[in-house]
């Protein structure tokens, strides 16, 4: 071990390593002013000082991570999200006591020397070579904003951290040269500036202004004398000083604070003594970061907002190019949430059906012809306890939704009807659609060998009053199944595909719909996004536009403000105005004398469709104006309830279908959403009524649902073709008797916990 001189100097080796340190100290100088731009700047801090002159010579401040601000369509504020809670704002926004306080604290010579304070480098640099190692820093404010940018760079990356952290002389040394390069370009003002808006002042605040408002619920501008030197005395340790656990230590670190600026000539001394007496004032307020504080309950929509943007290659090439921009934030995005329409839905929802209920209700709203998506809600609110879930059964699994979406029932009819229509088929096409019948074949495919029933599956009809001849109009008012089974049949599997292709509809898990029998009656589980945009297209004669939430966004750079380029609806021809005419004019007559009845506006003219699957394990309701469509799913995210003999929103349901439950959710949301707004007509076609006796319009979905598949006396196992695992599975019942299906079911399908969607994202068990 190296010995000191009996004259009490130092020993070699530390008259050595102050040598050392002061003269990398001048070639820091020197290099800082004199050497070209290297290139970008690295993270990794060197641990000697021989690649010096290998340092860039060029530091680029980095774009602070900021709040991000989602607002409505109205501009209302809906939500914030950040990885940093960080507002930046200039100097004068800034309160001259923090400024005075933050300098005499942290680098009380900060206006009278350069980058480098000379004095208190050789301090710092003699009590190191004293101690062997890094014991004391002598950074300038310059020096710290300098370490705090290697810091924001480095993320939540430790490593990087940990390099951008680290005491060793060459991270000194390099820190350096980029204070003298910052001194030189920026100025005292704005190094300060940037300073209070980089730091971390502990409790999730980065920057004063963050600061300001978590401890004090006040914009940093109006801080004054003492809440000044709290802030100030919190950055050497956020720890150690947050005044919201050891009140006691930020108290004497405050004092500290104030004493010093007294030293100064920042204030007086009796200024600084009054300002010691008085109490800390804390008026915190808690963060609110994330969709979980959303307003208005658009906590789903919020999420599909975030979810959007990290998977839509118009915010970067790669997921981890946009998840870097959106942890970035300042990003204030305007969304095309309509405040009216969310509220309307949600106030629908809870009337209707309660989070404690077994079964959750979704419900989706969106504008015919632009696609966008006005409201977005769900019975159980966003998070993580009992009777919440994260899960938005609205949207397909890549948004946060269900694995697969959910069984829709009857609703798919009119998807096959459009497709017979855009084909050539009359809507006056009749068929003999009997009570029950051998399920046809063979059956069409597009590119396969036809779908063939070997095993002599059955279809039927609810009610044994059901029976034909049909003609369409009425067999969609009745939601037939026979019919629509020997419509599919005729016309074949391949039209409805190409036109489900055109309509954009696909599985929940994104994958398209398989070329099965089964299709015609709803047996595929999808999202009430999906649905609610594909009825669009009818409303808007034909039409199909995709759905967007994001309407414009403005990024902060600085203090600059610049718009990013945004999704935008692309909408293209499903069907022709006639065919789509023509669907509107059947599914008008579901609400006006059918199975949605329920459902039907009594301000304006409407159309949609009921859907109920077996086992009655999801209700749907999809219907539209022309100038809004919506979907709305009762159901079980697991798939394990049957809704026979069930209490929902109060009310006790012998027995649930389509219409009765999701029906009247979707009339009273729609019919607050589009209070005051146009009320503009449908393009109706003539369809003649079938004059035929027999059946009462309207009874297809009443007692029960509009059900496909036999009794026990008949399995439609073959009929679901390659959506099940090779099992039977069975049909409806006749006298309300709920059988229990055969078949077996992928892997994954059901997930979720218990609470009938609290974290559930599971899927429909049948068709409907």
Known sequence: ??????????????????????????????????????????????GSVQGFDEIPANLKSPQLSQRTTILDSQGRQLATVYSRDRTVVDL???????????VAIEDSRFYKHGAIDLKGVLRALNKNAQSGGVAQGASTLTQQLVKNYFIEEAGDDPTKVAEATQQTLGRKVKELKYAIQIEEKLGKKKILENYLNITFFGEQAYGVEAAAQRYFSKHAKDLNLQESALLAGIVQSPSRYDPVNDEAEATKRRNTVLQRMAEVGNVSQAEADRAKEAPLGLHVSQPKNGCITATKGAAFFCKYVENVFLTDPTFGKTREERAKLWNRGG???????????????QASL??????????????????????????????????????????NFSVNRDMGGSNYGFPTGSTFKP????????????????????????????????????????????????NESEKGPYRMKEAMAKSINTYFVQLI??????????MTDALHVVQGDGSKLPETPSIALGSIGLSPLTMASAYATFASRGMYCTPVAIESIVQKVGNEQKSLEVPKSTCSRAMSEKTADTVNTLLRGVVDSGTGQEAGLSDRESAGKTGTTDERKNAWFVGYTPNMSGAVWVGSAKQNVKMTGIRIGGVYRDLVFGGQVPGPIWRDAMAGALSGKDAPDFQ???????QKDGGDQGKGD???????????????????GGLTAGGTSQGGDTGGTAPTPTFSLPGGFLQGQTNGGTHGNGNGGRRG
């Open 702 to 720: 009443q007692g029960g649902r509009d059900r496909n598949g036999g009794n026990t006396g008949g399995t439609l196992g073959g009929l679901i």
């Open 1 to 46: 071990m190296a010995k000191k001189r009996s004259s009490g100097g130092l020993s070699a080796t530390q008259q050595a390593a102050k040598f050392l340190g002061v003269s990398v100290l001048a070639g820091a100088v020197m290099a800082g002013i004199a050497l070209p731009a290297a290139g970008a700047l690295g993270l990794a801090a060197k």
């Open 684 to 690: 109706l076609v003539d369809i003649p009524d079938d």
């Open 489 to 498: 049949s005729d016309i074949g599997l391949c039209p409805v595909v190409k």
């Open 350 to 391: 809870k009337d209707h059906v309660y989070k404690s209920d077994k079964v959750a209700a979704a419900a989706t709203l969106v504008e015919p012809g632009t696609g966008k998506v006005l409201a977005m809600g769900q019975s159980k609110p966003f998070g993580y306890g009992d009777n919440e879930t994260e899960y």
């Open 92 to 102: 004068k926004s800034i309160s001259p006591y923090m400024q005075k306080a933050i």
């Open 331 to 345: 990003l204030t995005i305007r969304t095309t949430l309509d405040p009216q329409a969310q509220d309307s839905v």
């Open 415 to 462: 998807f096959v009807a459009a497709a017979a229509i855009e084909g050539g088929k009359p809507a006056t096409q009749e068929y003999s659609a009997p009570y029950k019948m051998n399920y046809p074949s063979p059956v069409q495919r597009c590119s396969s060998n036809p779908y063939v029933n070997t095993k002599g599956e059955t279809v039927e009809n609810e």
